[in-house]
């Protein structure tokens, strides 16, 4: 009878420690917003934004990634007033430039500490990495608390350079590195952002033996197209490569993934799809 009750107390322990992991989901996503580009025509911002608006609200985001973002861009999705963001401009740590800001909600996270570091050989200031002379990138990170169970973690927004090609391999080093540097109290941590690289380069293989790609250990299937940009081609986009990632450490589990197809008058709210990831920190 003893025997009997205490494993039950046992089971009932184990599921309700199972239950209280479970109540404190986060919905994280990364969504490059394709830049304010006049020549985009009808697919441009002042176009679609409202779109862009509707989907990461209707999609319930609790915090996520943006690239390509000029501060007009980001002043338009700060009217959403649940939300607050952190992350300087590339081309002065302050408001010029693309951004690779962080959105999260207010009523959900505290942010403890942020900063911005460029991709590059002198990362603590505006500069062009290696090949990359086209632009300067940037990656934005802040330290969050959960308010909710008090849980702190770290995440990293980046774009890595389209064209540079030792550029993206010295990036993914060089993430590593300042990842590593900047967390050293053993908090989980997110990665995320459009890394212009598909999973079999070099430079992927470098953030994943560190990180965890989260379509790769969700736990239910992944959703949606493989690949991520589709260039605002609504009818013939293959969508078979995928360069926008959510890297997570190990002591994230990954519920669910998503790539997230959602259109308005035959049109995408961007030229890239966005990522969700439902997650648990453990």
């Given at each position: 009878?003893?025997?009997y009750?205490?494993?039950?107390?046992?089971?009932?322990?184990?599921?309700?420690?199972?239950?209280?992991?479970?109540?404190?989901?986060?919905?994280?996503?990364t969504?490059?917003?394709?830049?304010?580009?006049?020549?985009?025509?009808?697919?441009?911002?002042?176009?679609?934004?409202?779109?862009?608006?509707?989907?990461?609200?209707?999609?319930?985001?609790?915090i996520?990634?943006?690239?390509?973002?000029?501060?007009?861009?980001?002043?338009?999705?700060?009217?959403?007033?649940?939300?607050?963001?952190?992350?300087?401009?590339?081309d002065?740590g302050k408001?010029?430039?693309?951004?690779?800001?962080?959105?999260?909600?207010?009523?959900?996270?505290?942010?403890?500490?942020?900063?911005?570091?460029?991709?590059?050989?002198t990362p603590?200031?505006?500069?062009?990495?290696?090949?990359?002379?086209?632009?300067?990138?940037?990656?934005?990170?802040?330290?969050?608390?959960?308010k909710?169970d008090?849980?702190?973690?770290?995440?990293?927004?980046?774009?890595?350079?389209?064209?540079?090609?030792?550029a993206?391999h010295?990036?993914?080093?060089?993430?590593v590195?300042?990842?590593k540097?900047?967390?050293?109290?053993?908090?989980?941590?997110?990665?995320?952002?459009d890394f212009?690289?598909t999973?079999?380069t070099?430079?992927?293989?470098?953030?994943?033996?560190?990180?965890?790609d989260?379509?790769?250990?969700?736990?239910?299937?992944?959703y949606?197209p493989?690949?991520?940009?589709?260039?605002?081609?609504?009818?013939?986009?293959?969508?078979?490569?995928?360069?926008?990632y959510?890297?997570?450490?190990?002591?994230?589990?990954?519920?669910?993934?998503?790539?997230l197809?959602d259109?308005?008058?035959?049109?995408?709210p961007?030229?890239?799809?966005?990522?969700?990831?439902?997650?648990?920190?453990?």
């Amino acid at each position: 009878m003893m025997k009997y009750l205490l494993s039950t107390l046992m089971l009932l322990f184990i599921f309700g420690e199972l239950r209280a992991q479970q109540s404190n989901p986060i919905n994280v996503a990364t969504y490059n917003l394709r830049y304010d580009n006049p020549n985009d025509g009808m697919n441009a911002w002042p176009y679609r934004k409202q779109q862009v608006e509707d989907l990461i609200r209707y999609h319930s985001f609790d915090i996520f990634g943006t690239e390509e973002g000029l501060i007009g861009m980001l002043n338009d999705l700060s009217e959403m007033k649940e939300y607050a963001r952190t992350g300087g401009g590339r081309d002065d740590g302050k408001q010029a430039g693309e951004h690779s800001a962080i959105f999260y909600r207010i009523d959900r996270f505290q942010l403890l500490k942020y900063g911005d570091f460029w991709l590059s050989e002198t990362p603590d200031k505006p500069s062009y990495g290696w090949d990359a002379t086209g632009n300067r990138r940037i990656c934005s990170w802040g330290k969050f608390k959960d308010k909710t169970d008090g849980k702190e973690f770290y995440f990293f927004c980046v774009h890595f350079d389209n064209q540079g090609v030792i550029a993206r391999h010295e990036s993914s080093k060089l993430m590593v590195k300042k990842i590593k540097e900047i967390v050293n109290d053993g908090s989980p941590i997110f990665c995320v952002g459009d890394f212009n690289s598909t999973p079999e380069t070099e430079q992927i293989q470098v953030i994943s033996s560190f990180l965890q790609d989260s379509r790769k250990i969700t736990q239910m299937l992944p959703y949606g197209p493989v690949g991520t940009f589709e260039g605002f081609d609504y009818a013939n986009a293959p969508l078979k490569d995928r360069i926008d990632y959510i890297f997570v450490s190990n002591k994230i589990t990954v519920l669910k993934y998503a790539v997230l197809t959602d259109s308005y008058d035959h049109r995408y709210p961007s030229d890239h799809l966005p990522v969700v990831a439902k997650v648990i920190i453990q």
